[in-house]
């Protein structure tokens, strides 16, 4: 019997030399829909957005902006990104010159309110 852990992570794409950017962590994503079955609907809203984002290749954050218009772009590298129909918040931070995108955050709206998002 396989477990559906194995399936989860058979259907997230690892990142290989032939992308353009980076992100770090995917175990922040499969943590949240996989800790807690409430946010299981999370999962393909954000393998989405990590599949999208791999594919990218950003520069600067107008960059982001073209590929996702309701993205936020707060300063120093941080955006935020709505996920699910803005039922979740995700907040990063871009390494542009290295393409790097470190995931800091995800969670419900009511949890991103009470984070400060500049220091996460």
Not at 40 to 65: G, N
Request: proline share 3%.
């Amino acid at each position: 019997m396989v477990s559906s852990r194995s399936v989860t992570l058979a259907r997230v794409p690892y990142w290989d030399y032939t992308t353009t950017m980076r992100i770090i962590a995917i175990s922040t994503l499969k943590a949240f829909w996989e800790d807690k079955p409430a946010y299981a609907d999370a999962m393909e809203p954000a393998l989405a957005w990590y599949r999208r984002v791999l594919k990218a290749d950003w520069a600067a954050p107008a960059e982001v902006k073209q590929d996702f218009r309701n993205a936020s772009i707060l300063k120093d590298g941080r955006l935020v990104f709505n996920l699910a129909g803005n039922k979740y918040r995700l907040v990063v931070w871009i390494n542009y010159a290295y393409r790097v995108v470190y995931i800091r955050f995800i969670g419900t709206h009511a949890q991103y309110d009470k984070i400060d998002v500049q220091t996460i």
